[in-house]
């Protein structure tokens, strides 16, 4: 069974950083266009960044635009991980974040574009 699985979550104040990371044991991330997305009680589920496979020439990620500015997404190929380096963390952040993967290409921010998904990692972000 293909398992994505992330980590890094947790509970911080505002302001702080957090690194969120997605990892499968079978799937080769690096031929995967990849998203992540979040979800706060509440409300539907949106995507936060998302980046195309690894093939070709240079990808690059993109963001809601809550988050432009305050969240990197990278991928380190070597390990077949993908990474959420969310920084400046304000409350309306907290949420459940799952990362997704998509069989080649760009999924973007749409959910239905992805095959793949982990079971999430939780954000709460409080004073």
């Known amino acids: 069974q293909v398992q994505l699985v992330e980590s890094g979550g947790g509970s911080v104040q505002p302001g702080a950083s957090l690194r969120l990371s997605c990892e499968s044991s079978?799937?080769?991330?690096?031929?995967?266009?990849i998203g992540w997305f979040r979800q706060a009680p509440g409300k539907e589920r949106e995507g936060v960044a998302w980046?195309?496979?690894?093939?070709?020439?240079?990808?690059?990620?993109s963001y809601v635009n809550s988050v432009k500015g305050r969240f990197t997404m990278s991928r380190d190929n070597a390990k077949s991980q993908v990474f959420l380096q969310m920084g400046s963390l304000r409350p309306e952040d907290a949420a459940l974040y799952y990362c997704?993967?998509?069989?080649?290409?760009?999924?973007?921010?749409?959910?239905?574009?992805?095959?793949?998904w982990g079971k999430g990692t939780q954000v709460t972000v409080s004073s």
């Open positions: 980046m195309s496979d690894g093939g070709g020439s240079a990808t690059y990620a």
């Open positions: 997704a993967a998509k069989r080649s290409g760009w999924g973007g921010p749409y959910e239905r574009e992805y095959d793949y």
């Open positions: 079978i799937l080769v991330l690096e031929k995967y266009g």
